[in-house]
């Protein structure tokens, strides 16, 4: 919990501590197989641990639409550790694909056991959740993590292509974080609500708060890898301006920017012509054009709506704990 | 059908060919993508073509059982076209991981495309076939599916972990291969059996026929990637031994050799120190330890195998044709 502690989430994590319980334990079973790398390289994943933001939304949609604790706690965790596996199996494959280094404070698992292990690893998990589905046997929550599925990769590819590409429409850009983040928020709380029984009005509502907090949460992603502190961050600083990912502080500093700036972003963003100390100099252009400003303010937009999306359910203890996981996830550092 | 004229499965195609036509447009269909460059990598893939040896076993399995030509022929084709999918997505990973460059006979994906979006769109693949999958909704289908999907990822993994180390026994040799290959030939004969309404003991005798015939399958394949002739194998002959892969061929070679062939083996294989002439070289000491021959018995034994399991069934030209695919998996030339 030490990694919570520090983030406004951990009131959420505690409220749901029995159910994270059970869930982590069922991570670390269903991650395990009987060929050793495969082990080996979970293990440091399950070490580096990270927040667990999805499979506690959807273990709280669950519980939110009536769910008693002990009622169908178990099924409630396989699910939730299900859309843990797509995030994991994403990040795998993420980190191949933009070379990261660095994942969660710790060496990320491709600078660890390399490409291949990572592409492989992240195949199985993913295999290993559709096997845990297939269990499970609810084809409305299949249908639901593998549409969000589909879309997550689509959203990455779609990424790829609009990398270093200044052209970028912030339309454009919002869809690719929609499919990149937004969707599985969505289908995380989507599918607890599927297995808390919910109504289709708050099956409805569940998979907004979801989008809504998902778009919130990549946009503040995207503004805090200008801004955050590197040691609190947990990835390196910087990393998608050196991957010259056109996030929206640099779509908004560009199209606000003077034409001193415009060619400051067209070299380092477009043509990957960047020298030590362009960093700052993004920096110092994004502050003079308020680019974290706007992209905040329009995180803040997306986290109201998923504020509201919350309205049809009555007062609880726990519904005030989503509504403080979308302040986190507005004004996190990290 | 131009790839299939030059093998002996153009008779199984051909009596195929209606329901192949309806599984090619599914493949076709299905892939499909609103992101540009996914529809540009997979109509890529679909020109490449391949044999289509997995979904055609799929068809069959379920023609075999009894299913007549016109009964459920969509459905049988959807379940053959996410079989296919499994393995296309498998090789976009697989080129990745083993840094190909030519498949079937044209330039790899990851060639053309890049690494990145050879991963990526392997995952969009297994998303897609997870929701195709879904539609269907055979618990009992997905279960085999995703079962061999995980194998899969595991047989990868641990030839990965064999590679470049001689000290690999011939048991781990046939473990890897028949996760990476066997299985999956084995899950497309299962799932076509379930989809064409089997009885448990077909549905047993259809999973052992494709079993052994995807061992056969495999250790030709590692045959062939030593003695084919390069412009009809459709990949680069000696790819394997300049990968430092350890398959049967080489186990063979390295354990009937002398100690001057130990050492060329170790130096090529283990350190992976090869030079100009050293495949020609390789080449000299598997047939001088008849390291070839030893590795196609072995296929016929698997063949041999394969043809008992049909056993079951009464005569039928369905039958025999899967009796010539066995022929064909045993002196196939690429």
């Known amino acids: 919990m030490s990694k ?55 273990l709280a949609a669950a519980r939110l639409c009536g769910h008693a604790l002990s009622e169908g706690q178990l ?35 491709n600078a660890v056991f390399g490409n291949k292990a990572s592409i492989l690893v992240g195949d199985f998990l993913f295999a290993r959740l559709f096997q845990m589905l297939t269990i499970d046997g609810s084809l409305d929550v299949m ?33 690719v974080i929609q499919g990149k983040t937004a969707v599985l928020f969505a289908a995380a709380c989507e599918a607890g609500a599927v297995v808390g029984d919910a ?18 949460f990549q946009l503040v992603d995207d503004a805090l890898d200008y801004v955050a502190e590197q040691d609190v961050l947990g990835k390196e600083i910087g990393d998608d301006f050196r991957e010259g990912k056109v996030t929206l502080p640099v779509l908004i500093a560009y199209e606000r920017g003077n034409n001193e700036d415009r060619l400051f972003w ?49 007062y609880s203890v726990l519904k005030d704990l989503l509504y403080k996981a979308v302040d986190y996830s507005v004004k996190r550092q990290n």
């Not at 994403?90 to 404070?105: A, F, I, P, Q």
């Not at 960093?279 to 509201?308: C, G, H, P, S, W």
Request: net charge negative; charged share 25%.
């Open 4 to 58: 919570l502690g520090e983030t406004g989430l951990w009131e959420l994590a505690d409220y749901l501590a029995s159910d994270m319980q059970v869930c982590n334990r069922v991570i670390i079973d269903r991650m395990r197989s009987s060929v050793p790398l495969i082990s080996q390289l979970v293990t440091h994943l399950v070490t580096a641990g990270g927040k667990r933001l999805r499979p506690m939304l959807t």
């Open 75 to 109: 099924r409630r965790a396989e699910i939730a550790a299900c859309v843990e596996f797509i995030h994991t199996a994403t990040l795998l494959h993420d980190d191949v694909v933009d070379e990261s280094r660095v994942r969660r404070g710790l060496a990320s698992a």
């Open 143 to 175: 249908m639901i993590l593998s549409d969000a599925s589909a879309a997550l990769a689509e959203g990455e590819v779609m990424q790829m292509t609009t990398q270093n590409d200044l052209s970028t429409s912030i339309d454009q850009y919002l869809q």
């Open 199 to 216: 109504s289709a009005e708050q099956r409805a509502a569940l998979r907004a708060y979801g989008n809504n907090l998902g778009m919130a």
């Open 266 to 314: 067209r070299k380092a963003i477009e043509n990957g012509q960047q020298e030590e100390g362009d960093f700052a100099n993004a920096l110092q252009r994004m502050l003079a054009t308020k680019a974290i400003e706007v992209t905040l303010a329009r995180a803040e937009d997306y986290a109201e709506k998923a504020r509201k999306a919350l309205q049809i359910f009555p």
